[in-house]
């Protein structure tokens, strides 16, 4: 699952082990949001983690808010760490 995300230009976190509870974002909201960052559709993102397109609308919808932001064009890749 992970080689398939990274082929996918999605950089996959270690394993979470309980967490700071700085965590914005569910390791699944940041797979769902760098993949709609590059313009996959909710089908091609359901069809990539094996999720249902209707999961992924509200991992998407979720993040948004969370990240005040109002579309998922304001949505950007990731940067590098």
Do not use: Q, W, Y
């Amino acid at each position: 699952m992970r080689r398939l995300l990274r082929e996918h230009g999605v950089n996959t976190p270690p394993a979470r082990t309980g967490g700071s509870g700085n965590e914005r974002l569910s390791p699944r909201e940041n797979e769902i949001t760098a993949l709609a960052g590059r313009g996959h559709t909710n089908r091609e993102i359901a069809a990539l983690l094996h999720l249902s397109p209707r999961t992924v609308e509200t991992h998407v919808a979720n993040a948004l808010a969370k990240l005040g932001l109002r579309s998922r064009r304001d949505l950007t890749p990731p940067t590098g760490r």
